[in-house]
């Protein structure tokens, strides 16, 4: 009678004690209970993770950061540099646009102003020129006269020594072909490439073209300047030089090109004037 | 000195490319890499005692030279027309495009070159001249580099008698 009582009582008991028993050896018992532990473990960190973590994730990348220093500022400083270059020559230019045209108002406004200019006898341009004369200006650096089509070059004057004339002609050539003809703009030119502050200026003429590389942010009035002087070039010193084409062509263009452009004389960007040419 | 130049053009596949890197460089590649727009270098080669500076144009190759932009072709002195001896798709427009070629650039040097003369058996050179609607100038295999010079070479005679 007490042993049928007591398997009556403890009937419940055993069978829990057999399913514990079997738990270390049964995959599906073990999923089943600690399953739903994890998933809310893991609920509760995806929700929490910032204040769980921020210190250690901020540890680590400090620590990560400091150690690779010197990789991430070789990686960083370029840009950056450039960066900071770039703007400020843009600052430079907008400077420069808005101080002549403050110029031209002082000036030339009114009876007050006409008076001022006619007492000081200084043209707006050329005070604006002087003030920022000492500031980083526009240089011609390199300029080539290039057969249109061909990309032969027909003549070139450069402040320094650089890569093979005749490729940078050609190469110069089949990227303006590339530009004129991938957006189909009928007869218009490819008038200029700019990279940094670096710019490549190019004049159209008929059988040939110009390109000046510039260094140096430059005005729309130092564009027009510089248009018209290659303009002026072209009539004047080309004229007679390219009819030749032969051996001696290049090298009096060469010689024309030094006297109009890299003379501190001939000056036609206010930068010029701080610059001697190598050759 | 005298410049020329030279532009190599022709189907996508033929071997343009390593015919430019071949003559220029003397280097061979198996691998295949799709030439965008155009490629430029420069070779002085010298032909009986005369210096001529011959700037190579690379084109990217088109199934029919009329797609290719008009200006890559423009101020050309010769131009190398190649095709592949082992693909009769590539000479398929040989026709019409030479007359295109005729007609865009009055008097210009062409040759046609078949190209990779290394992977084709005197039976397939035989059904090639067969099919082919115009016979090649020369043929050329850029991998073992057989006629590559002798190619540049007689474009630079040529043209050097030109001026001359």
Redesign the interface.
Same mark, same amino acid.
């Not at chain 1, 057969?147 to 070059?153: A, F, K, N, V, Y």
């Given at each position: 009678m007490m042993n049928k009582l007591r398997e009556l009582l403890l009937a419940g008991n055993r069978q829990e004690l057999e399913r514990l028993r079997r738990l270390p050896g049964d995959p599906a018992l073990w999923s089943e209970k600690v399953t739903p532990l994890i998933d809310e473990r893991l609920e509760f960190l995806k929700n929490n993770f910032p204040v769980e973590f921020r210190i250690s994730v901020e540890n680590i990348i400090e620590q990560k950061l400091e150690a690779s220093r010197d990789e991430l500022l070789d990686i960083i400083y370029p840009t950056l540099g450039q960066m900071i270059k770039k703007y400020i020559q843009h600052q430079i230019q907008l400077l420069k646009e808005s101080l002549e045209e403050q110029l031209r108002n002082t000036f030339q406004c009114g009876i007050a102003g006409r008076l001022r200019y006619a007492l000081s006898g200084v043209k707006p341009k050329e005070m604006s020129d002087s003030i920022l004369s000492k500031m980083d200006g526009p240089v011609i650096e390199e300029i080539f006269v290039i #057969?249109?089509?061909?990309?032969?070059?027909l003549g070139s004057a450069s402040r320094h020594d650089t890569i093979?004339l005749? %490729?940078i002609a050609? %190469?110069l050539t089949?990227i303006k072909?590339?530009v #004129?003809?991938?957006f189909q703009r009928g007869d218009e030119k490819l008038e200029g490439v700019q990279y940094g502050t670096f710019s490549i200026l190019i004049e159209n003429f008929y059988t040939y073209y110009i390109a000046v590389a510039v260094s140096g942010s430059f005005s729309s009035n130092e564009r027009m300047a510089l248009s018209d002087s290659l303009a002026q070039f072209a009539q004047t010193d080309l004229k007679v030089n390219l009819k030749k084409r032969d051996?001696t062509s290049n090298y009096l263009i060469r010689q024309k090109l030094e006297h109009r452009f890299f003379n501190p004389q001939m000056a036609i960007l206010h930068g010029e004037q701080n610059k001697n040419p190598t050759q | 000195m005298i410049s020329k130049k030279i532009v190599l053009t022709g189907c996508f596949g033929v071997g343009k490319t390593s015919l430019f890197n071949q003559f220029l460089f003397q280097r061979f590649s198996e691998k295949y890499l799709t030439t965008i727009g155009v490629k430029v270098d420069k070779k002085v080669i010298e032909v009986n005692g005369h210096k001529l500076s011959m700037l190579v144009w690379d084109i990217a190759g088109e199934v029919e030279q009329e797609k290719v932009p008009q200006s890559y072709y423009l101020g050309a002195s010769a131009i190398i027309y190649v095709f592949d001896l082992t693909r009769p798709s590539t000479w398929l427009h040989m026709h019409s495009d030479i007359d295109y070629l005729n007609r865009l650039l009055k008097g210009v040097l062409i040759n046609i070159v078949g190209n990779k003369s290394d992977l084709v058996s005197p039976e397939q050179l035989e059904y090639m001249k067969a099919g082919v609607p115009l016979s090649p100038n020369i043929l050329t295999s850029a991998k073992t580099g057989e006629n590559v010079e002798a190619l540049f070479q007689s474009i630079g005679s040529a043209l050097l008698l030109q001026n001359l």
């Open positions: #057969e249109q089509h061909s990309g032969i070059l093979d005749d %490729m050609s %190469m089949a072909s590339f #004129e003809d991938a051996g | -």
